[in-house]
């Protein structure tokens, strides 16, 4: 695993980071996020991305943090 990134604030055991994927028909893309009032563009069908999903892991008790990444 990756370097501590500090401690749970559950149990006091090491943070670390992990990487979420979505696995989809082959494609290992991070995870992403977009406003919770945007919608799906009419072209391309997409939401208007904001930003990434980072994400921290407890090795005591399985907690996972989640922060979003802006572009
Ligand atoms: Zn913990």
Redesign the pocket.
């Given at each position: 695993m990756s370097a501590e990134t500090g401690t749970?604030v559950?149990?006091g055991?090491s943070m670390v980071p992990i990487r979420i994927v979505q696995q989809d028909r082959g494609c290992h893309s991070p995870l992403k996020y977009a406003a919770i009032d945007s919608t799906r563009s009419l072209v391309r069908g997409r939401y208007p991305l904001q930003g990434e999903i980072s994400a921290e892991l407890?090795t005591?008790?399985g907690?996972v943090i989640l922060r979003a990444i802006p572009f």
């Open positions: 749970c559950e149990c055991a407890c005591g008790c907690r």
